[in-house]
């Protein structure tokens, strides 16, 4: 199971990998999700003092054009 710790350390490096700052993030997010995402929240998330909601998780994926990981047991 990933903590949000490790969460928050995979958006990092996603989002560098993506060459995208927190302000673009959260930009795109609000547009996808269609309510208003703050760039406080995406620094919040990154932090590990918010949880990431699943609905704003799969619109991350999206965003940074990534592939679903599928865990299979």
């Known amino acids: 199971m990933m903590t949000e710790a490790g969460l ?8 560098q990998d993506a060459k995208m ?9 609000s547009e996808k999700l269609g309510r208003t995402i703050p760039r406080t929240v995406v620094n919040k998330i990154l932090m590990g003092e918010r949880e990431i909601k699943a609905t ?8 940074l054009a990534l592939s679903y990981p599928l865990h299979r047991t």
């Open 8 to 15: 928050a350390e995979w958006l990092k490096k996603s989002l």
């Open 21 to 29: 700052g927190q302000a673009e993030l959260a930009r795109q997010l």
């Open 56 to 63: 704003e998780l799969l619109a991350i994926f999206e965003v």
